[in-house]
């Protein structure tokens, strides 16, 4: 069973910035789809970016521009990277493994079948 296992989050100010990373365990990963979701509390769970095997990089509105997913195939990691981060950003962080090598809707959690236990990242203003 492939197991996915995030951590880098935590509590920063307004304005800063943290990395998410997500070591993979399965071989081959990084022919799937993977992505990045966030939910915070009340609310339902929401694509924020994800990367295809061609290395296409879909973002919601919301985190363009400050946020950039990336993989290291070498290290069966993939990462987020957030910069200029707002208090509306502040979540529990999941990442998780597709079920296809690409997807029309990648940022719908309906495409991914493996999820990670989550990362909380809190940002005060």
């Known amino acids: 069973q492939v197991q996915l296992v995030e951590s880098g989050g935590g509590s920063v100010q307004a304005g800063g910035s943290l990395r998410l990373s997500c070591v993979v365990s399965?071989?081959?990963?990084?022919?799937?789809?993977m992505g990045w979701f966030r939910q915070a509390p009340g609310k339902e769970r929401v694509g924020v970016a994800a990367?295809?095997?061609?290395?296409?990089?879909p973002y919601a509105d919301s985190v363009k521009g400050r946020f950039t997913i990336s993989r290291d195939n070498t290290k069966n990691t993939l990462y987020l990277q957030m910069n200029d981060l707002k208090p509306e950003d502040t979540a529990m962080y999941y990442c998780?493994?597709?079920?296809?090598?690409?997807?029309?809707?990648?940022?719908?959690?309906?495409?991914?079948?493996?999820w990670g236990q989550g990362t909380q990242v809190t940002v005060s203003s």
């Open positions: 990367i295809d095997r061609d290395g296409l990089t």
């Open positions: 399965e071989y081959g990963y990084n022919k799937r789809l």
């Open positions: 998780a493994l597709g079920r296809d090598e690409w997807s029309f809707r990648a940022l719908e959690s309906s495409e991914y079948t493996s």
